[in-house]
């Protein structure tokens, strides 16, 4: 039990019973919209979810990766004060800009804006924007400070007060669209509210930005805040995309097997969480030789674990699409199938680019993400001209997977000297690390 217990208090793991937690709410979530909303108005709230995240991923591009890569291995409080007042300074111009922009475009272009679907995070995102600053930047902080415990609380907090409300609404309120898009935003502030009565905001640090904090945060921003945009629009694109030359109701019914994707994604999440903060602190250090381990073994778990993973997912798309979405989207298993094969490049993508994050060199890592955007939105368009295919644009990812771990591969073995192959015996032996106190008990006991 005591071996038991250790596991359970290491990183790893409550990073990864975190995203677990967030997952089951995020699926529960799903499960109850689809069948609350009409497709059209399914298909406006994905829409408005999607362009949140993709504003978002702007905000934590320009301050939240370079505060956790920063952050993550400075042993000087006062330095890390002047950190994170820098972050909260950056965050807060870029809200202002970003609302904005937003709301400018929507006086200017409102006719066909509402006419696609595209209303809804229009007038909703600018104060949501505002409403979920300080969670966001809470969790950067607690990120590279690896306090996965509290992530859990604040994250926890906001999905499950969330969940609870549509819950109530589906069986007694029977509330519309716009109250529900209240009760999301509302989840988002009670979170907010917390972390900043905790202190896990450190608010106060913002008294301590220096120039030199915001100009080299926003050195490295301008580079993973580009990453970030690409990153985001590889899937956000297929959205806005089918949204643009299809309909809403096919933006519904694409979304369920992208949700269901997200299966996969819980784990990588996770242990990315703890590996990019763990390399940055190497990288600072320049243990290159450490940063390579780090890399090698935390790819190759992630790959490991995904292959027996696929195939469950492979036999168990049918149910699992009709279970999410009911029988209106029961078809949609085919791209979920599609979209497992892509699963399977996932995680030697997505740690090609953390790590050249890591090393400080995010230009690199924008230009991996910049070859897979052109190519996955060059697809989209075309299959969708030419063929209206659902199943094509699922396709489409696959291609800008593979040309991400191609290209983010070639960049990592020029910086850091790595070999691909290698993540196969490093991930073996970390599994073997890791269940390796269960095993001893089995054998002891036997």
């Known amino acids: 039990m005591s071996k038991v217990a250790r596991i359970i208090k290491t990183d790893n793991f409550l990073s990864l019973a975190g995203n677990f937690i967030f997952a089951f709410f995020g699926f529960a979530s799903i499960f109850i919209l689809a069948r609350t909303l009409n497709k059209p108005d399914f298909g406006e709230y994905v829409i408005y979810l999607s362009g949140m995240s993709l504003f978002e991923m702007v905000r934590s591009g320009i301050t939240n990766t370079p505060l956790v890569r920063f952050l993550a291995g400075s042993t000087d409080p006062e330095e890390q004060k002047q950190l994170i007042g820098a972050s909260w300074l950056l965050s807060i111009m870029v809200t202002i800009i970003g609302v904005s922009l937003i709301y ?44 996965f415990g509290n992530i859990m609380i604040l994250r926890g907090l906001n999905m499950s007060t969330f969940f609870i409300f549509l819950v109530v609404n589906y069986f007694w309120l029977k509330v519309d669209l716009f109250w529900i898009v209240v009760a999301h935003q509302a989840s988002f502030l009670l979170a907010g509210i917390l972390s900043i009565v905790k202190g896990w905001a450190a608010l106060s640090s913002i008294r301590f930005s220096t120039r030199h904090q915001v100009t080299s945060q926003l050195k490295f921003g301008r580079f993973s805040l580009v990453t970030m945009i690409g990153s985001n629009l590889l899937k956000s694109s297929d959205t806005f995309i089918i949204g643009i030359m299809m309909t809403a109701a096919d933006v519904a019914y694409y979304s369920i097997p992208i949700k269901l994707i997200e299966a996969l994604e819980i784990p990588l999440r996770a242990i990315v969480s703890v590996a990019f903060p763990s390399m940055s602190k190497a990288s600072r250090a320049n243990d290159l030789k450490e940063v390579r381990s780090i890399f090698y073994s935390n790819a190759g778990l992630v790959t490991l674990l995904f292959i027996p993973l696929t195939v469950i997912l492979f036999f168990l798309a049918k149910p699992l699409v009709l279970l999410l979405g009911g029988p209106a989207y029961a078809g949609s298993y085919v791209i979920f199938w599609i979209f497992l094969i892509y699963g399977l490049i996932l995680p030697m993508d997505r740690f090609s680019g953390v790590a050249l994050d890591a090393i400080n060199k995010p230009r690199l890592n924008m230009l991996k993400v910049l070859v897979m955007v052109i190519s996955n939105i060059v697809g989209d368009v075309i299959v969708i001209h030419y063929w209206s295919s659902l ?34 015996p490093y991930g073996l032996n970390y599994l073997r690390y890791m269940i390796r106190p269960f095993i001893k008990r089995g054998s002891h006991a036997g």
Request: charged residues 10%; glycine residues 10%.
């Open 391 to 424: 199943p094509g644009v699922a396709i489409c990812s696959i291609l800008n997977a593979t040309a991400g771990v191609v290209v983010g591969n070639l960049l990592l073995r020029k910086e850091l000297g790595t070999n691909v192959l290698q993540i196969f």
């Open 104 to 147: 400018t475009g929507y006086m200017l272009f409102s006719g066909p804006i509402n006419q696609k679907g595209f209303g809804l995070f229009f007038k909703w995102y600018p104060i949501l924007s505002l409403v979920i600053l300080p969670l966001n930047t809470t969790l950067s902080i607690l990120q590279a400070r690896k306090k």
